[in-house]
């Protein structure tokens, strides 16, 4: 049997992705444009993926469950980017009680993934 995860708000426990499953950092895509991880999996970067991010957990985009689990951070000047957010202006995903829990990074020039924040997040197991 293969375990599979949410991962939640911390503050808050709101459900904030679609049941996952683990893969290893090595499985990581680093192509720009791709997702960094397929959907309905989860990894942990091994700071490849982006300088800073060693253990923090990357999901696909659309494993983020929008509108009941997670929205845009409400100031857009956390979201630029030119084909999409690049999160080099902090975390610009909320959960839908407006705390912070991770960075989207979908721009162009860039594997897409998002990033969830260490203690602001955490697994719980299905």
């Known amino acids: 049997m293969v375990d599979m995860w949410t991962f939640e ?3 808050c426990a709101q459900v904030l992705t679609q049941l996952l499953r ?3 950092p090595d499985s990581i895509c680093y192509e720009d444009g791709k997702p960094a991880v397929p959907p ?11 300088t800073g991010s060693t253990g923090h ?7 983020l ?28 995903v909320v959960c839908t009680l407006g ?14 993934a ?6 602001t997040t955490r697994r719980t197991m299905t």
């Open 40 to 50: 309905g999996h989860f990894a942990r970067s091994n700071d490849d993926y982006w």
């Open 114 to 119: 998002a990033v969830l924040l260490p203690g």
């Open 65 to 92: 469950i929008g509108t009941i689990g997670t929205r845009p951070y409400p100031d857009s000047r956390r979201r630029q980017g030119c084909c999409g957010p690049d999160g080099s202006d902090g975390p610009n």
């Open 99 to 112: 705390h912070d829990v991770a960075v989207e990074r979908t721009d162009c020039w860039m594997a897409h």
């Open 9 to 11: 708000c911390s503050s």
């Open 57 to 63: 957990i990357l999901v696909n985009v659309a494993d």
């Open 22 to 24: 683990e893969l290893s």
